[in-house]
């Protein structure tokens, strides 16, 4: 053969493996799906003891992939939860706090996010659902491009629910875009003076409500439901709350077809359980709990309706499933749903005491699994682990190195969260309106200037504010009742220190 040709062949077959080698190393990534539930707590699925609800498809990852007992968001919250998962950052360091629906992006998009970060690693990048993290610059015109948004902190896609079912403006936005918005019809928002023209106020026509709401949930009413805010305009573009799990899982399917090819990154960021609970006609009766057991009947579809369709497209076997919440449960939020009367033997928190918005455990140890078909073994894992310890736990799996000032609070983790270890963290700081610092079974609480304020107090919550230091071991008082700061003061003076000592550290992004 002419040695030329000989060459040329050479040089074809050394860049034909080239290829093969970089499809490899791109197929060598998982994909990665994270579901992040609203409001569920430790006990609202099967597996960890619910009653008067089934919920097959969350059972079958669990009991097929790393179900943890010990895993938790970092606040008792949503906005200050999610602002940690994406920034690797207490949520405190930027005064996160929940948002109103015309609050500003509250990332900063000159700081590092799991998304930017993923994206860095090859990832096409989109976020479904939920969003309440703000959106624009502080003067948000919903009637154009809106800006900063997803797509300035690392997501290629985004399809949001801008705050919560429970706020206006009560549309979607896709791409930082109202869908379905008529230019003839300008939207306006506002949660200060009610708008001029705007659509019903609650509080003015109970005769239009399909449920009553307390004074804070009666202002604009849309879909029969009144809200948080005021609103008028953008007829045509309202959503139907009934239909959020049809749309937004529609929307992210189609981001798994899409992006089937190459690496992905979905946060599919539920509605439900949020209020207001309005299941679709297909899922009610469905529990024996009312709107709430329904609606996470209806959040369990959602999720085997992700499986179907990775399984659909071949990607079960290279898909890793992050499964869990922004904050434990709450019965009574605003909507007279019956959640209390009807909610049974079942225990939302599961033995844990405490709610959404509480410093006991109850309130941020969440349901809490990987799934990872063929990879990740069946495992129960007791392990403590935080939300904030995703980003650095995903960099370091992929090999992605954090710039200064990134993601300052999280902790690489991957082994534990693959079920490959038991480690965990060292000292655990969880937010509730106070903070609360763990250490392996020892648990600090640091004290407030009351004991409780009285609008937690409205939502029949014990928000575990106390004027006293209260220090508990959760191995043999797990309902966190007996205080026992007097009998071990150098545990506590440890702890104490050391909760200052985070609280105080100054981070710069």
Not at 84 to 107: C, E, K, V, Y
Not at 147 to 169: C, K, M, N, Q
Not at 180 to 200: A, F, H, Q, T, W
Not at 256 to 285: C, M, S, W
Request: net charge positive; proline share 5%.
């Amino acid at each position: 053969m002419n040695p030329l040709k000989k060459l040329s062949l050479l040089i074809a077959f050394v860049a034909f493996s080239i290829q093969i080698t970089k499809a490899q190393a791109t197929l060598q990534k998982p994909n990665i799906i994270l579901i992040y539930v609203d409001d569920l707590g430790y006990g609202d699925i099967g597996v960890n003891g619910a009653v008067g609800v089934k919920t097959p498809n969350i059972d079958f990852l669990a009991k097929n992939g790393v179900n943890f007992s010990d895993a938790h968001c970092s606040a008792s919250t949503c906005t200050p939860s999610r602002y940690s998962l994406l920034t690797g950052s207490h949520a405190f360091r930027s005064q996160a706090a929940i948002l109103q629906g015309d609050a500003p992006l509250l990332i900063n998009p000159k700081q590092g996010s799991l998304a930017s970060m993923l994206k860095k690693a090859g990832y096409a990048t989109g976020v479904v659902g939920k969003w309440h993290l703000g959106l624009g610059n502080g003067t948000l015109d919903w009637n154009q491009e809106i800006s900063p948004g997803p797509r300035e902190i690392g997501f290629d896609y985004s399809f949001l629910i801008p705050a919560t079912g429970d706020r206006v403006p009560c549309v979607f936005v896709e791409n930082q875009k109202v869908v379905g918005l008529d230019p003839n019809d300008p939207m306006k928002v506002s949660y200060g003076e009610r708008i001029e023209g705007g659509y019903p106020i609650g509080t003015e026509n109970p005769d239009l409500l399909r449920v009553d709401a307390d004074t804070q949930h009666k202002n604009a009413v849309i879909n029969g439901v009144s809200r948080i805010g005021f609103m008028s305009g953008g007829k045509k573009a309202l959503w139907t709350d009934e239909d959020f799990p049809f749309v937004l899982t529609q929307k992210a399917t189609s981001f798994i077809e899409k992006n089937k090819t190459k690496p992905f990154f979905l946060f599919y960021a539920y509605h439900d359980i949020h209020v207001p609970r309005l299941p679709h006609q297909k899922f009610q009766g469905k529990s024996s709990m009312g709107a709430r057991g329904d609606v996470i009947a209806q959040m369990d579809w959602c999720t085997g309706e992700i499986m179907k369709k990775l399984k659909a497209e071949g990607l079960d076997k290279n898909t890793m499933i992050i499964f869990t919440s922004d904050n434990g449960p709450i019965l009574q939020d605003g909507y007279a749903d019956k959640a209390a009367e009807m909610v049974g033997n079942h225990k939302p928190a599961g033995i844990y005491t405490g709610t959404k918005y509480s410093i006991y455990e109850g309130g941020n140890r969440v349901p809490t699994i990987v799934y990872w078909n063929g990879t990740v073994k069946p495992k129960k894992s007791a392990a403590l682990l935080s939300q904030i310890d995703l980003y650095a736990s995903l960099a370091a799996f992929l090999k992605q190195e954090i710039p200064a000032g990134d993601a300052p609070d999280s902790q690489n983790f991957m082994d534990s969260w693959l079920g490959k270890s038991n480690k965990g963290r060292e000292y655990l700081l969880e937010e509730g309106f106070t903070y609360a610092l763990r250490k392996g079974d020892w648990k600090y609480i640091k004290p407030t200037k009351s004991n409780g304020a009285d609008w937690m107090k409205n939502k029949q919550i014990d928000s575990g504010h106390r004027i006293e230091k209260r220090l508990f071991n959760l191995k043999t008082d797990i309902k966190e009742t007996k205080n026992l700061a007097a009998e071990h003061p150098d545990i506590l003076k440890e702890l104490e220190q050391k909760l200052n000592d985070i609280i105080t550290s100054k981070i710069q992004h």
